[in-house]
Each structure stands twice: as structure tokens, then as C-alpha cells.
């Protein structure tokens, strides 16, 4: 069974462009999470989706933001990048009725 | 929001030895898993455990929820076994909805020397 893949790996950018971020689930997972983790900062919230309706977000900006499709693979999108965006952004997939999180191998994404 | 304290923030082992990281979280949860980070990035589910013990190889793991805890248990450590381990928790959010987020902890990073 494929586990959660998310593209790019890698991706830099610099001060005031967009971002766009791709998670595809395991199969059968209805929900996706997105993650970030910053140098010194840990790994917070950002957003959590489940039938392709946002459910919950965490303590972000409105530049950050994203949709689920059909299938249930998400994206995340970050407006007017600043540097601090810099981070490790990582997705979770969870199957409807289990509380247990399932995560991609991530994306760095670098702001210049 | 619910806390989640890690500890010790580093370990530095021998190869062979064993270790208990310890997970203290401030209100009752109804998820709670173990990661191991990768030096790729990448979080390694090692146990989902929001009670009760479970064991899984060289590794194991005890949660008591009354008392809010959890404990990682690793045995004959090996350098592979290097890298950040961190404890996540959830909790019944808002609107009575179950299955959100999870809250990490600040991670455990461990070295094991050959």
C-alpha cells in the first residue's frame, strides 16, 4: 500500500511569490492535514480538511490556505511569501472513524 | 490549548543501551502517537497509544492516561535508532469534533555513538 506522497520535494521561491504544495493520501484516507515545521519553532497546525470541506485551521495568516479535490488529495497554498515562511511542510492522512495520523515525506520550501 | 512537554530534550547513548523518553500532556487526550523524524524529514509512526502498552521489536510504549503520561521505551539501541522522537497528542476539539488536530511535543533528539 503507497503511503502519503507529497510534491514538490523541494521548492524555493523568493519574497512575495506564491506557493503551491501537493499531498496525495493513502488510499481510502478521507482526511489530510497540513503540518509546518520551522527551524526553532516546532511543528504546528495549519490546516485540516476532510470530505473537501476545511474543518479546522490553525494560528496562520489568511495567506495560508488550500482545498481538498474529489479524490482527496489537497493542496496548500501560500500567498505573498515571506522569509519566514521558510520551513518543512508536511501532510497527514487519517482514515474516516481512526484517530491515527499517517505523514508524507514532506516539502522544503525555501523563501529568498 | 492542551501542552505537551518532552523530556530530556537531548539523550546521548552508547550503542547497546537502553532509554525511556517520557511525554507529559495537560488534559485528556484520545489520540496520542510516537514519531521518529527521520534525518529526511519524514515522521516514522512507532505507535499510536492513548492508553495502555504496547510493544513492537526493541521498542515499547505506556501510556496512563489518568495520570497523563506516556513513556518510549528503547532497548539495545542501535545508530539507526538516532534522530528526533516526538510525541503528538489529540483532543476532542470544538463543536464536539474528534478527530482533529494533533499537538506535538518539542522532540527528543537522540544520538547513539558506535
Known amino acids: 500500500e503507497a503511503g502519503v506522497t507529497q510534491s514538490p520535494t523541494h521548492l524555493i521561491k523568493t519574497r512575495g511569490q506564491q506557493a503551491t504544495l501537493r499531498c496525495s493520501p493513502i488510499?481510502?484516507?478521507?482526511?489530510v492535514y497540513w503540518y509546518q515545521q520551522a527551524l526553532g519553532l516546532g511543528l504546528q497546525f495549519l490546516l485540516w480538511?476532510?470530505?473537501?470541506?476545511?474543518?479546522n485551521r490553525g494560528n496562520f495568516p489568511p495567506r495560508f490556505s488550500g482545498r481538498q479535490f474529489p479524490n482527496y488529495s489537497s493542496e496548500l497554498n501560500v500567498n505573498a511569501l515571506e522569509l519566514e515562511d521558510s520551513a518543512l511542510y508536511l501532510c497527514?492522512?487519517?482514515?474516516?472513524?481512526?484517530?491515527?495520523?499517517?505523514f508524507g515525506p514532506g516539502t522544503r520550501l525555501t523563501v529568498t | 490549548g492542551i501542552q505537551v512537554e518532552q523530556s530530556p530534550p537531548d539523550l546521548i547513548l552508547q550503542e547497546g543501551a537502553n532509554s525511556t523518553l517520557r511525554c507529559n500532556f495537560s488534559?485528556?487526550?484520545?489520540?496520542l502517537q510516537w514519531f521518529h523524524q527521520n534525518p529526511w524529514g519524514q515522521l516514522i509512526n512507532l505507535f499510536y497509544?492513548?492508553?495502555g502498552t504496547k510493544q513492537n521489536g526493541r521498542l515499547s510504549a505506556t501510556t496512563v492516561a489518568t495520570e497523563r503520561y506516556s513513556l518510549l521505551y528503547i532497548s539495545s539501541s542501535q545508530t539507526t535508532d538516532s534522530g528526533v522522537y516526538f510525541c503528538?497528542?489529540?483532543?476532542?476539539?470544538?463543536?464536539?469534533?474528534?478527530?482533529?488536530?494533533?499537538?506535538f511535543g518539542q522532540g527528543t533528539i537522540l544520538t547513539v555513538h558506535p
Open positions: 497509544i492513548p492508553s
Open positions: 480538511y476532510d470530505e473537501g470541506e476545511e474543518r
Open positions: 503528538a497528542v489529540g483532543v476532542r476539539g470544538a463543536g464536539g469534533t474528534s478527530y482533529g488536530k494533533l499537538t
Open positions: 488510499s481510502g484516507h478521507t482526511s
Open positions: 488534559d485528556s487526550v484520545n489520540n
Open positions: 497527514a492522512s487519517r482514515l474516516s472513524g481512526i484517530y491515527e495520523q499517517y
